[in-house]
């Protein structure tokens, strides 16, 4: 299959960076891959919003243990439009249709954890703002296996947070072990991976119980379903408080969405008996200490969950596009991103910042 639109431009704006912590370059000049020089499976996107996330930053800041490409445009929260599709590609996507770039870029499709839909953790898996140039550009190059659909009638700046940050912790409630009618707890409320992870909650008929600081981050856990709020910073001993709320044993799931590894390290000790820890959020340097005893004794299940696959992305946009779930945004341009992170780094938003290229 071949096709382009006419009116993909030479160069674009785009926001790079070329060393780890370095300076954030925006870019007016920066080259766009023509339809010619795709390669078969490849798609040129038009981003029209991006949203920005902690793995971003941490893309930029090189303080995980695998560093990424450099140099990098990041972004993995893309929403736009299908501009041109390589020549030799079959693939259900036309042009103009409205699409998403996912962290996950693209995998073998393949291997065993492939074809068990588990295609994040593929060995050949490569993940847009990180392996691969993302969407801190206004046109990008993508994989027509993994760009997801955009439902009719769904915002495209709503859209865009709900493609790392909703499918998250879509996937994260799915491995959650829970039931309506369950305790979940949501560290990390107020931000955000945590104020969608409210809302899917409240969608399942979850009793959620969202920890964050702050009046704004009440309020706003509040507005979105949250049962209960625990300030983490407030006194007392927060073990007891957690208990206190859940009737005397605990929640039966606990959501790590923080960015903050303070989160970690009393949530195997609030859990109720066969109680299930899902470790979301990416702090660097931060580790789970388990008592091996009360593991094994209370039955407790520790799991980790790295965003979703493609069906989890399809089901994750659904909510949206029904409107059981929306998200807390502020658009600023794109050459806001280093404030933006400036921000972010200091615990200074809630909700999601997308950017408008």
């Known amino acids: 299959m071949s096709a382009s639109a006419p009116s993909v431009p030479k160069t674009q704006t785009a926001v790079v960076f070329e060393e780890q912590n370095g ?40 303080d995980w243990p695998a560093a990424p490409k450099l140099p990098l445009v990041g972004g993995h929260e893309g929403a736009g439009e299908v501009v041109a599709i390589a020549d030799s590609t079959t693939t259900e996507l036309k042009i103009g249709d409205k699409v998403g770039i996912k962290w996950l870029a693209t995998s073998c499709l393949n291997c065993e954890v492939c074809r068990e839909g588990q295609e994040a ?3 050949h898996a490569q993940t847009s703002g990180y392996s691969v140039d993302g969407s801190f550009q206004q046109y990008a190059v993508s994989y027509v296996n993994h760009l997801t659909p955009i439902p009719d009638g769904l915002d495209l700046i709503q859209a865009a947070p709900i493609l790392c940050a909703g499918v998250t912790v879509w996937k994260a409630l799915k491995q959650s072990n829970t039931k309506p009618g369950d305790y979940v707890l949501i560290a990390g409320a107020g931000g955000g991976l945590g104020h969608l992870a409210i809302q899917y909650a409240a969608a399942m008929s979850l009793r959620v119980i969202a920890v964050d600081t702050g009046a704004d981050k009440k309020k706003l856990c509040a507005s979105y379903g949250a049962e209960t709020f625990l300030d983490f910073k407030e006194p007392g001993n927060f073990i007891d408080r957690v208990k206190a709320v859940t009737g005397g044993l605990g929640p039966h799931a606990a959501i ?33 200490q388990a008592s091996v005893f009360w593991t094994v004794f209370k039955a407790l ?10 069906q989890d992305a399809i089901e994750a946009l659904d909510f949206a596009a029904r409107g059981k779930v929306k998200a807390e945004v502020v658009v600023e341009p794109l050459a806001n991103l280093e404030s933006v992170y400036h921000r972010m780094e200091a615990g200074q938003i809630s909700g999601r910042i997308v950017l408008e290229l």
């Not at 008996?273 to 899902?278: E, I, K, N, R, S």
Request: net charge positive; proline share 7%.
């Open 23 to 62: 300076p954030l370059y925006v870019r007016n000049n920066h080259p766009v891959v023509q339809q010619k020089d795709l390669k078969p499976g490849e798609a040129l996107v038009r981003v029209l919003y991006s949203g920005v996330c902690h793995t971003d930053l941490h893309a930029h800041k090189g």
């Open 121 to 123: 953790t593929c060995a």
């Open 256 to 288: 790590m969405a923080s960015s903050g590894g303070g989160a970690y390290q009393q949530a195997l000790e609030y859990l109720r008996p066969h109680g299930t820890l899902v470790a979301v959020g990416l702090p660097p340097d931060t580790f789970i």
């Open 301 to 310: 299940r520790i799991v980790g969950s790295y965003v979703g696959n493609r």
